[in-house]
């Protein structure tokens, strides 16, 4: 099983990023998945969500500003973020799951605004 997290990179404040996550070795299909985020200092959040049907959760503070989305035909999902803000910055992470099944990581993304 492989989680291949990419997209992330050094952007202005007000810019934008898309952040991919493609999968290997699982059913990608029957995943819920999230994308998660973490700061130095500070615990790692969950930013986004998206469920197998792909119903969508946000935290407050990316609403209105960040998309995440999924395709199984690709086994990818995507966190598509746009308005960037330097308290953005942190190291994201992908996650795909399925409860009492599996639940996998990808290695981090690192994505940091410059104001």
């Known amino acids: 099983v492989q989680l291949q997290a990419s997209g992330g990179g050094l952007v202005q404040a007000g810019g934008s990023l898309r952040l991919s996550c493609e999968a290997s070795?699982?059913?990608?299909?029957?995943?819920?998945g999230g994308w998660y985020r973490q700061a130095p200092g500070k615990k790692r959040e969950l930013v986004a969500h998206?469920?197998?049907?792909?119903?969508?959760n946000y935290a407050e503070s990316v609403k209105g500003r960040f998309t995440i989305s999924r395709d199984s035909a690709k086994n990818t999902m995507w966190l598509q973020m746009h308005n960037l803000k330097p308290e953005d910055t942190a190291l994201y992470y992908c996650?795909?799951?399925?409860?009492?099944?599996?639940?996998?990581w990808g290695r981090g993304t690192l994505v940091t605004v410059s104001s």
């Open positions: 998206i469920t197998s049907n792909s119903t969508t």
């Open positions: 996650n795909l799951y399925r409860p009492r099944r599996f639940n996998y």
């Open positions: 070795g699982i059913i990608f299909s029957i995943s819920d």
